[in-house]
T-cell receptor, first 112, second 115 residues
Framework: GNSVTQMEGPVTLSEEAFLTINCTYT??????LFWYVQYPGEGLQLLLK?????DKGSNKGFEATYRKETTSFHLEKGSVQVSDSAVYFC???????????FGTGTRLTIIP | SAVISQKPSRDICQRGTSLTIQCQVD?????MFWYRQQPGQSLTLIAT?????????ESGFVIDKFPISRPNLTFSTLTVSNMSPEDSSIYLC????????????FGEGSRLTVL
């Protein structure tokens, strides 16, 4: 079955630091990969996605590249801000299947 | 993208009572999904709600505990029955996107606390 393994948190960084949150997956076929973000007190929002190998998803300065050879989809940002403090979820879905499989989430705190 | 409204946004409930959560979408959708997010945990799919048929429940979830209605293509309800403190969670409604990538759009969630 499908599974997503995500970097354990919590992660605390200083403002303007470089961020990496690791995500690896196990799936049959060629899944779509997603990063969702949950800001304090809010629901989930799609941050970025990639639907095939070597695709790079990007949004709000965040990037993630779909690496089929390493079954990974690591989230990166070159310079984080306090407003990036949130919980980040890696997720996957098989083509045509709207059931998402989520990782455990990584809580990110950025301190000024 | 879809705009999803959930009510209530939060509630405090007594043990043994039931609460119904409403989910309204601004467009017609075939499938709606109900997820649970327990404190500090990831999201777990409870069930998939199709209009005109019974909901499909995931392993570990049963209709008697989480009855779902889907009266039309823009609305669904989830009831949490006979609540216990272990049911304290955020319950999220979601719908799929139109690009067939598996992307989901989520409501803001309903945060339930059971005393």
């Amino acid at each position: 079955g499908n599974s997503v393994t995500q970097m354990e948190g919590p992660v605390t960084l200083s403002e303007e630091a470089f961020l990496t949150i690791n995500c690896t997956y196990t799936a049959t076929g060629y899944p779509s990969l997603f990063w969702y973000v949950q800001y304090p007190g809010e629901g989930l929002q799609l941050l970025l996605k990639a639907t095939k190998a070597d695709d790079k998803g990007s949004n709000k300065g965040f990037e993630a590249t779909y690496r089929k050879e390493t079954t990974s989809f690591h989230l990166e940002k070159g310079s984080v801000q306090v407003s990036d403090s949130a919980v980040y979820f890696c997720a996957l879905a098989n083509f045509g299947n709207e059931k998402l499989t989520f990782g455990t989430g990584t809580r990110l705190t950025i301190i000024p | 993208s879809a705009v999803i409204s959930q009510k209530p946004s939060r509630d405090i409930c007594q043990r043994g009572t039931s609460l119904t959560i409403q989910c309204q979408v601004d467009s017609q959708v075939t499938m709606m999904f109900w997820y649970r997010q327990q404190p500090g945990q990831s999201l777990t799919l409870i069930a998939t709600a199709n209009q005109g048929s019974e909901a499909t429940y995931e392993s570990g979830f049963v209709i008697d505990k989480f009855p779902i209605s889907r009266p039309n293509l823009t609305f669904s309800t989830l009831t949490v029955s006979n609540m216990s403190p272990e049911d304290s969670s955020i319950y999220l409604c979601s719908v799929g996107g139109t690009d067939n990538t598996g992307e989901l759009f989520f409501g803001e969630g309903s945060r339930l606390t059971v005393l």
